[in-house]
């Protein structure tokens, strides 16, 4: 954490208040408070704001609100934003499918970090991952708690194409990619759930502070969900009040 925040202007629409130097639970648990905050007082002038590992970016109406008036205003609620006034935090089961043409890296990886698949699957769906922050493409989770025995080096050749929900890691973090796209982590299954729904009254399914339980489900299972996901029966386990 650093002493005092550091307000930078991001343009002519927004400033980055920084809240620290490093990733760690501590410092995005403030930078989630402090977004919270600003929610909850509804400061006048802010448009969106985007949390990061470490920092809020807070878009703002230049018309509406001057950048140093809005600074002050910033600057006053960090001190109250503590990990305490946050919410109840939720708990997200996704169902996933390890290996198999779904999970195609899964032995690999295994191989890779010198584990059985069958032990590298136990690991992994055993966690219980923290979401840091949603970004690179809509609804991708940043999570940390992959057991430290699951770490490995991203791919050296990231490729083009990863399927959506594709549940993967990379480093010392886990992911799902929500829609197609290039991706760099080891994809050891994937979530017959949608991450990223624009059709739906609430498109992104997990948030920044959300925690995830990933639950092993066989091809079987997978091709029933995603049947009852397609036909918008299916309701994702989702426990509220989790501190």
Not at 51 to 79: H, K, M
Not at 197 to 204: H, K, L, V
Not at 209 to 218: A, N, P, T
Request: charged letters at 25%.
């Amino acid at each position: 954490m650093y002493p005092e925040p550091k307000f930078l202007p991001a343009g002519d629409l927004a400033v980055s208040v920084e809240l620290g130097d490093e990733i760690s639970r501590e410092v995005n648990a403030r930078v989630l408070a402090l977004e919270y905050l600003i929610q909850q007082k509804a400061l006048p002038g802010v448009l969106e704001t985007v949390p990061t590992f470490r920092s809020l970016l807070v878009y703002y109406d230049p018309s509406s609100v001057g950048y140093e008036a809005l600074v002050a205003a910033l600057r006053a609620l960090v001190p109250q934003a503590r990990p305490d006034v946050l919410p109840p935090a939720r708990t997200v089961e996704i169902p996933c499918c390890y290996g198999g043409e779904l999970g195609f890296e899964l032995e690999a990886a295994a191989a890779k970090v010198d584990l059985a698949p069958e032990e590298a699957m136990r690991l992994h769906s055993g966690a219980d991952y923290y979401v840091f922050f949603v970004g690179f493409t809509p609804g991708l989770p940043y999570m940390t708690g992959m057991p430290e025995r699951l770490t490995i080096p991203r791919l050296e050749t990231p490729r083009t194409r990863t399927p959506a929900g594709s549940v993967g890691i990379g480093g010392s973090q886990c992911s799902i990619y929500p829609v197609e796209s290039p991706g760099g982590f080891w994809v050891l299954g994937r979530t017959p759930l949608r991450l990223y729904d624009p059709t739906a009254a609430d498109p992104i399914l997990l948030r920044a502070g959300d925690h995830v339980r990933f639950r092993r489900i066989d091809r079987q299972e997978f091709d029933a969900i995603a049947e009852a996901v397609a036909r918008g029966t299916y309701q994702v386990k989702i426990e509220e009040g989790r501190r």
